[in-house]
């Protein structure tokens, strides 16, 4: 009986975890300095400081991190606005090649970029003679490894799809047997007088 009740719910829990499966969690650089800068290139990363983050910002890394490098390439996070020069851009769309796109509304500002003809842009306001725009796909940032940590952000669905995958685990044994991790408990035997109820 109880193997015909563990044999249920180890389906049940399969059959749940499979449902809730999806990509494995993003890979992310958390800042662990109290001020670290986001930088748009490396061969010379004090002329190339986009933007400066506070402690515990959290990136998404772009692509694959080896773990080695001294550079983490990052994706730029939602709270950063870059700037393109407002005429450059009619109805939302970009009107000319090589259109730099720069770290403030200043044409001695770092060059963070640059976008094409056709190019779209979100705005996020007008400053001046400049458009304060989302910070377009194409554009690569990096963080210095020594002022960030790299870690697995899992979301809701990710943490219950891995708790279920462990409780399968915990749950099954090879070829249907009992092993030792999911025996049913045995009787404790105490030496207490027994409850009783009146």
């Given at each position: ?65 080896d773990g080695v490098s001294l550079w983490i390439p990052v994706l730029a996070p ?83 799809a891995d708790l279920l995958k462990r409780l399968h685990a915990a749950f099954s ?26």
């Amino acid at each position: 009986m109880w193997r015909c009740h563990m044999a249920c719910f180890s389906a049940v829990i399969c059959a749940i975890a499979a449902a809730a499966a999806s990509e494995p969690g993003r890979l992310m650089a958390r800042v662990t300095a109290e001020r670290a800068a986001l930088y748009t290139g490396i061969d010379s990363p004090q002329e190339s400081a986009a933007a400066w983050l506070p402690l515990a910002t959290e990136l998404e890394v772009r692509g694959e991190d080896d773990g080695v490098s001294l550079w983490i390439p990052v994706l730029a996070p939602d709270s950063l606005s870059l700037y393109i020069y407002r005429d450059l851009v009619k109805s939302g769309l970009v009107t000319a090649d090589k259109s730099q796109v720069r770290a403030g509304p200043s044409a001695t500002a770092v060059v963070v970029g640059s976008m094409n003809k056709g190019d779209r842009v979100e705005t996020r306001g007008v400053y001046g003679d400049w458009r304060r725009i989302t910070p377009p796909p194409e554009v690569s940032f990096w963080i210095a490894r020594d002022q960030a940590e790299v870690f697995v952000k899992m979301s809701e669905e990710e943490l219950v799809a891995d708790l279920l995958k462990r409780l399968h685990a915990a749950f099954s044994a090879p070829d249907g047997e009992l092993s030792e991790t999911n025996a049913p408990p045995a009787a404790v035997e105490t030496n207490a007088p027994p409850i009783l109820e009146f």
